[in-house]
């Protein structure tokens, strides 16, 4: 392959870049079967995350796995595109943090993952789909149908108590799974009850597509659960555009991350054209505020008045997971410089 084609593929090996998007072409094969390629993977293993144990849904005894302690609060990671548990940045790091959270004593929950590789390929096979359209519709409902069935059988087998228990946190892709899971679950329920949180992390921004065609009905929105809290690092790039949640916090404004661009000027230029180190910061971000507390995000109309005034709302919250739930808003903070992520 000459250094020039290498290029123009490097980008498709990265996490989520938009224009490989348009590599899926038409004609007829198969799509992933789901029950065989969408699984749910609980840690046993505070010490070790790398332990995990298949919860499968058509085995009503993997519920009764005696390591799958009851009546706990739960958490739900799902990733996005090309990606899957095991990925680092997300979410990796982040099933790291809570297990470390729940070996200190001070967190108590079930921690749980939700895998779809197969069909969180973009871009997909040749041939799966006709349009890009068609694969998002057709892998966001087909995932959030199942992991909503997951959800139910979890609390009718008692390892959550209540719904409301239950914390869904998606990555890009993974952010428009859980909209859709916990949509799924108010369904199921006949509108009575919903998922108690559901986090997107840079929710991926299927708007551009979906405008139009699909009505916005597969957005993650803040009626998906009691709480909704998104955080936008990419915004109108990889990222949504726009406050959905019932909480929106804007790390660096929400568009470009400072922590992506103090490397040099080729990263500088890859990081402007596809926002892939922005969009996946988010996940470092993440994992970060579950053992780290001391982040607080400000409430304001912009970053610029965040930018100009400072925090002079008492209405700040505390950035990430330890956000108070009965914040609402707009939330504005400067993220402090860590490592950037790889994007190759
Ligand atoms: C962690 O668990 C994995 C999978 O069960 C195992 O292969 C590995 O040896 C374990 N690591 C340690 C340090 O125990
Ligand atoms: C069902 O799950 C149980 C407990 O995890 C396991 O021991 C058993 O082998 C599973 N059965 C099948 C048919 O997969
Ligand atoms: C959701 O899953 C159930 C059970 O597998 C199936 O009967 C139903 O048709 C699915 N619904 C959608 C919209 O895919
Ligand atoms: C926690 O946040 C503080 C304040 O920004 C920072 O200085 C510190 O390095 C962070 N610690 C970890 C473990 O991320
Ligand atoms: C948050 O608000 C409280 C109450 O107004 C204030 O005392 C505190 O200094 C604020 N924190 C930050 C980081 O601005």
Not at 34 to 49: C, M
Not at 145 to 168: C, D, Y
Not at 192 to 203: F, P
Not at 315 to 335: I, R
């Amino acid at each position: 392959m000459s250094a020039a084609a290498l290029k123009a593929v490097l980008p498709c090996l990265s996490l989520t870049v938009w224009f490989c998007i348009l590599l899926s072409v038409t004609s007829a094969q198969k799509k992933p079967e789901d029950d065989a390629t969408i699984r749910l993977f609980y840690y046993p293993n505070t010490k070790n995350a790398s332990e995990r144990i298949d919860v499968n849904l058509a085995n009503a005894s993997s519920f009764q796995n005696e390591k799958l302690v009851k009546g706990k609060r739960a958490k739900i990671m799902v990733h996005g595109a090309n990606s899957f548990c095991e990925s680092e940045n997300f979410p990796m790091l982040s099933i790291q943090a809570y297990l470390t959270a729940k070996a200190s004593g001070k967190e108590d929950y079930n921690v749980f993952c939700l895998e779809y590789r197969e069909l969180a390929k973009v871009p997909a096979p040749l041939g799966v789909y006709s349009t890009f359209t068609e694969q998002f519709e057709y892998v966001v409902n087909t995932v959030g149908n199942k992991t909503a069935r997951f959800i139910m059988a979890l609390e009718s087998n008692g390892v959550v108590p209540e719904l409301s228990q239950v914390h869904l946190i998606g990555h890009s892709l993974g952010g428009q799974v859980v909209g859709t899971t916990g949509r799924i679950v108010q369904e199921m329920n006949n509108y009575q009850r919903k998922v108690g949180r559901i986090t997107g992390l840079d929710v991926m921004n299927i708007f551009l597509v979906y405008k139009n065609v699909l009505k916005l009905r597969n957005l993650i929105d803040s009626s998906d659960a009691t709480f909704v809290d998104i955080i936008h690092t990419n915004d109108g790039q990889i990222g949504l555009q726009g406050d959905y949640g019932k909480v929106d916090f804007y790390p660096d404004g929400g568009h470009h991350q400072t922590s992506c661009t103090q490397t040099g000027p080729i990263e500088n230029l890859i990081e402007m054209t596809t926002g892939a180190c922005s969009h996946i910061i988010v996940g470092r971000y993440w994992a970060g505020s579950i053992n780290n507390r001391t982040l607080t995000a400000c409430k304001a109309d912009s970053y610029e008045d965040f930018t100009d005034s400072g925090c002079i709302s008492d209405n700040n919250v505390t950035f990430g997971e330890y956000v108070s739930l009965s914040a609402f808003g707009k939330f504005y903070l400067d993220h402090p410089l860590i490592p950037a992520p790889s994007i190759f």
